[in-house]
């Protein structure tokens, strides 16, 4: 199993197998509308910005399992966010990264970078997660650390 045997559901509930990125450096990150980390949607664009005809995708995955600050449906998270913060990079339905509902993406990256502490489980909203052009999770980066601090590791990685 890899990362690659995966797919994502866009707002208007189209499959798309992350086979699709294959050879792309991937950021993955759960998102939120009405949280006080939302400014990093603004971030995580400059980074796809800077970094895109490189190879780096950002996929935004929202997520209302924090404080429930994405009520809304997956077409209005995405409309916010291209909206408020000029998002062009991929933003799917709205998805569970806890739990037994937990999409399989997310258990897969859990298992593979597992964080700290004494639960693998997100704690909170725009937890990101690098992946490498092989296809490897090679990083997590918890949810107050601004993606800006990940240039570094993206740029090692392309």
């Known amino acids: ?6 797919a994502a559901v866009t707002p208007s509930g189209k499959e798309v197998p992350l086979k699709d990125y294959e050879g792309k450096v991937l950021l993955i990150a759960n998102t939120a509308s009405k949280c006080g980390l939302t400014p990093q949607y603004g971030d995580l664009q400059k980074l796809y910005e800077q970094y895109g005809d ?13 404080a429930g600050q994405e ?55 725009f937890t990101k997660f690098l992946v490498d052009r092989g296809g490897n999770v090679t990083a997590r980066v918890e949810p107050k650390e601004s993606p800006e601090t990940m240039k570094g590791l993206i740029e090692s990685l392309l």
């Open 54 to 66: 490189k190879g780096l995708v950002v996929l935004g995955f929202p997520c209302n399992q924090f």
């Open 71 to 125: 009520p809304g449906t997956s077409e209005e998270a995405e409309e916010f966010c291209q909206i408020n913060y000029g998002v062009k990079f991929p933003v799917f339905a709205k998805t569970e990264v806890n739990g037994p509902d937990a999409s399989p993406l997310f258990e897969y990256l859990k298992d593979r970078q597992p964080g700290t502490g004494d639960s693998s489980d997100i704690q909170w909203n």
């Open 1 to 6: 199993m890899s990362i690659y045997s995966f």
